[in-house]
């Protein structure tokens, strides 16, 4: 049993590919590239000062987070989330009362992007 490697090879490869297929379908189902182009729109309208369009972007990007919620919370159940989470509500409460501090939030939601809608994130 200690003297064959041959078949540890064989379950560490197995887990290796395993381990690859299961970040590739995360890295898939998370919607980054979706949220941060939207993020990136809402923050051109609010310098615009264009806020129909920014209550229009903000009810899709509320749509696709609201979709995909439970895989991000899935992938990253930590205090970035909540973070994450609570700034989101913030965000549309400032683009409803049509207040120029949204700024400030889309910049903390595209700051914490990488830590919390990317597959395997850190904390």
Do not use: C, H
């Amino acid at each position: 049993m200690y003297g064959r490697r041959d078949m540890r090879i064989y379950i560490m490869f197995v887990w290796l590919i395993a381990f690859i297929f299961l970040w590739m379908a995360i890295y898939r189902v998370l919607p980054k590239n979706q949220i941060e182009s939207k993020l990136q729109s809402i923050e051109e309208n609010i310098k615009r000062d264009d806020w129909t369009e920014a209550k229009k972007q903000m009810e899709e990007l509320k749509g696709i987070y609201i979709n995909n919620r439970g895989v991000i919370q899935i992938n990253n159940a930590t205090e970035a989330f909540i973070n994450f989470d609570y700034t989101f509500g913030q965000l549309d409460y400032a683009v409803q009362a049509e207040s120029k501090n949204a700024l400030e939030y889309v910049g903390a939601l595209m700051y914490s992007l990488d830590y919390v809608v990317t597959a395997f994130s850190g904390p």
